[in-house]
Nanobody, 124 residues
């Protein structure tokens, strides 16, 4: 099993930046593809980005391309989400998740483990 803990959320003005972190427990982190998802108030969970187990393949939702960057450091059992040029529409609870297989663009299906989420609020 894998336990995931997100951090780094907060309140930021439009145009600002934040870096989210996801720390994983266990010794099998490098065996998992990782993804970031978000859920805004009153909306369904939305795919944001995903990265393969070795970090060589990534995918992004159209809404965040060019603004968000996913990365991972397997030696530190961590995955990151660098967010720049934030917009009010980015306001949501952000979750990291782990999957046995890379599922770029999925709605969360196939992801076995989820963190508790971290809140990102972008004000205009």
């Amino acid at each position: 099993q894998v336990q995931l803990v997100e951090s780094g959320g907060g309140l930021v003005q439009a145009g600002g930046s934040l870096r989210l972190s996801c720390a994983a427990s266990g010794r099998t982190f490098s065996s998992y593809a990782m993804g970031w998802f978000r859920q805004a108030p009153g909306k369904e969970r939305e795919f944001v980005t995903a990265i393969s187990r070795g970090g060589g393949t990534t995918s992004y939702a159209d809404s965040v391309k060019g603004r968000f960057t996913i990365s991972r450091d397997n030696a530190k059992n961590a995955v990151y989400l660098q967010m720049v040029s934030l917009k009010p529409e980015d306001t949501a609870v952000y979750y990291c998740a782990a999957a046995r297989t890379y599922y770029g663009g999925s709605n969360g299906a196939g992801y076995d483990y989820w963190g508790q989420g971290t809140v990102v609020t972008v004000s205009s």
